[in-house]
């Protein structure tokens, strides 16, 4: 019997990062992590998922912790874990600033770094960088969460380039709105309901966090091998305008 791949999945306690987490329970060796242990410890049991690691990944040594604690070899990085920030720029508050540009775009950037020297050993690797909507146009009152998902799609096809002879691919799934609690967002809910935030989107209906694994599971499959470097929108149309 072929061993399991490991693959590691951040911000995987609940949302999208969950659930892609529960599609590859069952054939692969699963590493989630998040900030709270007790629920890492809980859905590490409940899954059967391979082990967990609490760490705070807008730390600037996050991810160097992350990778100290797991010590794995990883086939497969998902980098999921994001925060959004809805606020008029003059608001912004240096350490959301900061935050933000730590847990969407370096920590994936640091990740990358210290999973790639395995991969490019083994000569097979796939990775995926949860972007948004966001960062393909622009947000207005999102500038720091946009700025990061953008940088995110630089940083995908850059890496693709620079791996693609190494049988290591790297895309980018840039979502819509989905319902999960990265949008119960006070800001927001200030300014928006759910129901307005529907009548925005084209097909009138979120993006399940199911659809988001979907895709995940055919870009990590053979029949994925030549896609690489793609920022693929799962929007509902919403990239199409209004
Ligand atoms: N929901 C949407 O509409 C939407 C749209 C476009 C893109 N996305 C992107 O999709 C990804 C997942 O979003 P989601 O909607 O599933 O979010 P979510 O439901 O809020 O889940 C976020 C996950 O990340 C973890 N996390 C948050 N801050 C962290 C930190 N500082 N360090 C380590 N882990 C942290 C959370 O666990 P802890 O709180 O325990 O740390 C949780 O497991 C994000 O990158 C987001 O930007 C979401």
Same mark, same amino acid.
């Given at each position: 019997?072929?061993?399991?791949?490991?693959?590691?999945?951040?911000?995987?306690?609940?949302?999208?990062?969950?659930?892609?987490?529960?599609?590859?329970?069952?054939?692969?060796?699963?590493?989630?992590?998040?900030?709270?242990?007790?629920?890492?410890?809980?859905?590490?049991?409940?899954?059967?998922?391979?082990?967990?690691?609490?760490?705070?990944?807008?730390?600037?040594?996050?991810?160097?912790?992350?990778?100290?604690?797991?010590?794995?070899?990883?086939?497969?990085?998902?980098?999921?874990? +994001?925060?959004?920030?809805?606020?008029?720029? *003059?608001?912004?508050?240096?350490?959301? %600033? @900061? &935050?933000? =540009?730590?847990?969407?775009?370096?920590?994936?950037?640091?990740?990358?770094?210290?999973?790639?020297?395995?991969?490019?050993?083994?000569?097979?690797?796939?990775?995926?960088?949860?972007?948004?909507?966001?960062?393909?146009?622009?947000?207005?009152?999102?500038?720091?969460?946009?700025?990061?998902?953008?940088?995110?799609? +630089?940083?995908?096809?850059?890496?693709?380039? *620079?791996?693609?002879?190494?049988?290591? %691919? @790297? &895309?980018? =799934?840039?979502?819509?709105?989905?319902?999960?609690?990265?949008?119960?967002?006070?800001?927001?809910?200030?300014?928006?309901?759910?129901?307005?935030?529907?009548?925005?989107?084209?097909?009138?209906?979120?993006?399940?966090?199911?659809?988001?694994?979907?895709?995940?599971?055919?870009?990590?499959?053979?029949?994925?091998?030549?896609?690489?470097?793609?920022?693929?929108?799962?929007?509902?149309?919403?990239?199409?305008?209004?």
């Amino acid at each position: 019997m072929m061993n399991k791949k490991n693959i590691l999945i951040t911000g995987s306690t609940k949302g999208i990062g969950l659930e892609i987490a529960k599609h590859f329970a069952s054939d692969f060796n699963v590493f989630i992590t998040a900030r709270k242990e007790i629920e890492l410890e809980k859905l590490c049991k409940q899954y059967n998922f391979a082990g967990y690691y609490a760490c705070d990944l807008s730390l600037t040594d996050g991810a160097e912790r992350l990778f100290r604690e797991l010590n794995k070899d990883f086939d497969i990085l998902i980098n999921n874990a +994001g925060m959004y920030i809805y606020n008029p720029i *003059e608001n912004m508050r240096p350490v959301d %600033t @900061v &935050n933000s =540009i730590v847990l969407n775009s370096l920590t994936p950037y640091e990740l990358i770094k210290r999973v790639v020297p395995y991969m490019k050993k083994q000569k097979w690797g796939r990775i995926i960088n949860i972007g948004s909507i966001s960062g393909v146009m622009g947000e207005a009152y999102a500038s720091v969460y946009s700025m990061t998902k953008a940088s995110l799609i +630089g940083l995908t096809k850059s890496l693709a380039l *620079e791996l693609a002879q190494d049988n290591i %691919t @790297v &895309n980018i =799934i840039n979502p819509g709105w989905v319902d999960t609690d990265l949008i119960n967002n006070e800001n927001l809910e200030e300014t928006f309901s759910k129901q307005e935030i529907i009548e925005t989107i084209p097909q009138k209906r979120f993006v399940t966090p199911d659809e988001i694994a979907s895709m995940c599971e055919y870009l990590i499959s053979d029949k994925a091998k030549t896609i690489t470097g793609q920022s693929i929108n799962i929007c509902a149309g919403l990239s199409l305008g209004y």
